[in-house]
């Protein structure tokens, strides 16, 4: 698929999530756009494909794909998966928490009241920008627009929610190997 060929190798992890979040914001024309999002019909065969960075065989796009596009764009750029699980409660255990996330950075998130240490429901992605009670989050899976799109985006998440609420800001010499590149 082109898309997913197209995809930058060898930048950092955040910057291939980026390429998808051009691609979503139509950088590569209007023909791909609809290919970071879950469909509604169908299964959405990029998204199916992040699975192979993981070690779940996934039942469509239905399946919660945030961990799979996360460790995704680890492979894509390091040659190597972060968590290997489809989990986002596995990068409750991934390199190491930081108080100071940097960009690019990963984000955990947990259900209220699941304190399993590495595994569980949450939602994961990479750290964009704080905002006191809130947090700029790059990820997949994450709900958007009127639609109520499960979609490749860019989206403030608040810290302690009804659902969610922050784990830990993780980080690794993985992370930040390279300069985050402009798409």
Known sequence: MDIIAKAPEGPAPYDVARYFL???NGEYGEEWRPYV???????????VDFFQATDLKPEGDETSWCAAFVNWCFQQSVKRVATHSASSGSFRCFG????????????????????????????????????????EVLGGNQ?????????????????????????????????????TVGY
Request: hydrophobic share 35%; net charge positive; glycine share 10%.
């Open 96 to 135: 190491t928490p930081t108080d100071k996330p940097s960009l690019g950075d990963v984000v955990v998130f947990k259900r209220v009241g699941n304190d399993e240490p590495c595994s569980g429901h949450g939602h994961v992605g990479f750290f964009v920008k704080d905002y006191g009670t809130a947090i």
């Open 37 to 47: 999002k879950a469909w509604p019909e169908r299964w959405n065969p990029v998204i």
């Open 143 to 179: 709900i958007e627009g009127h639609e109520q799109s499960h979609m490749i985006s860019s989206k403030r998440l608040v810290k302690d929610g009804k659902v969610l609420t922050l784990h830990s800001y993780r980080t690794d010499l993985k992370i930040h190997l390279s300069p």
């Open 22 to 24: 051009a691609v979503g």
